[in-house]
């Protein structure tokens, strides 16, 4: 079990080489994948979020081996942008992002598909201000501070239409969702786009610190996935379900030891328990059941089209995807065989 940190930025070549280079092939079916997972290591990208927890939880209690996999390499990263292109270029199997960074690279000619349907996000990516900020409406001239291009960007440009207004009534100022709320702790921004663990930092640090919008206003818009490229469908199916089996075990083991899992969590993505105490609740987790229904219901049907909206909104997404073109549950359907 390894862990590896990535900060250094790679090149728009790089992304552009493997979308032109790993095109053609279609993901595995569930009867072509094998009972036991190739062997091998497989490369899955991360960050300091919550909703990716089940993964520390997996490596912290051996539950990888107990999948038969021979290693799993957790990779670390900072920012989308980086583990996007990670992903891109080939250096990692597989990477937890969010639905509509999916969507964007397949409308971009990246062959991803994705597996499975790891949380929702309600309250624990929100829109932070200080106690002078009332509504969305007194957002018109401000400085906000939320990193372009993430799960930010998607809320703020749905609270902002929800509202009546547009991205072009506030003042843009991007920066990692990481350093966001400390900019408006610091007073550098009187409005800040972020997650957990930096909102509950944030207002530990502050207590005049408010939330003025949560995700939760429209469960499923602030979302992630688990992608794979198909090329790895295609040479190591095996692994990929096993990946799967293996978050649900987590699952499975943070509800029976919810207090011990959460300080695993918590020390992954850098905060302590008590800082995080509320945070968790805000996070809803899905096992690979619930995913398969979600797929076949609401994910496929409302979700997926609401944060089609929002993405295009935003400029994330500029061309129609759909559902189908995207989505392969056969893989979580496999893990509950």
Wanted: charged share 25%; no cysteine; proline share 4%.
């Amino acid at each position: 079990m390894k862990y590896t940190s990535i900060s250094k930025q790679l090149s728009r070549a790089a992304i552009a080489f493997a979308v032109v280079g790993v095109l053609a092939g279609t993901a595995a079916k569930a009867a072509e994948i094998p009972a036991k997972p190739e062997p091998g290591t497989f490369k899955i990208g991360i960050e300091p979020w919550l909703g990716y927890g089940q993964w520390h939880v997996a490596a912290s209690k051996d539950l990888f081996k107990k999948a038969n996999l021979d290693d799993v390499e957790i990779v670390n990263f900072a920012e989308d942008k980086d583990i996007n292109a990670a992903l891109a270029s080939g250096q990692l199997d597989g990477a937890n992002i969010a639905t509509h960074t999916a969507m964007a690279m397949v409308a971009a000619g990246l062959p991803v598909k994705i597996v499975s349907l790891l949380d929702f996000s309600l309250k624990a990516d929100a829109i932070l201000a200080g106690s002078d900020i009332k509504s969305i409406a007194d957002l018109k001239g401000k400085n906000v501070a939320f990193e372009e291009g993430t799960t930010s960007d998607i809320l703020l440009n749905y609270a902002l239409s929800s509202n009546g207004m547009t991205i072009d009534d506030i003042v843009r100022v991007p920066m990692p969702a990481a350093d966001a709320g400390t900019a408006l702790i610091a007073g550098r921004v009187p409005v800040a786009v972020t997650y957990e663990p930096y909102i509950s930092t944030a207002q530990a640090q502050d207590k005049t610190i408010q939330l003025l919008f949560e995700a939760g206003k429209d469960p499923g818009l602030v979302s992630d996935v688990f992608v794979v490229r198909e090329e790895v469908l295609k040479s190591k199916p095996g692994q990929v379900v096993a990946m799967i089996k293996a978050w649900d075990a987590a699952l499975a083991d943070y509800k029976a030891n919810t207090k011990e899992d959460r300080e695993i969590i918590s020390k992954a993505v850098g905060a302590s328990p008590a800082d995080l105490e509320t945070a968790f609740d805000g996070v809803q987790y899905y096992t690979s059941a619930e995913a398969a229904k979600a797929f076949a219901g609401d994910f496929k049907t409302k979700t997926f089209a609401d944060v089609l909206k929002a993405a295009k909104q935003a400029g994330l997404v500029t061309v129609d995807v759909s559902a189908d073109a995207i989505i392969d549950a056969s893989f979580v359907d496999a893990a509950n065989k």
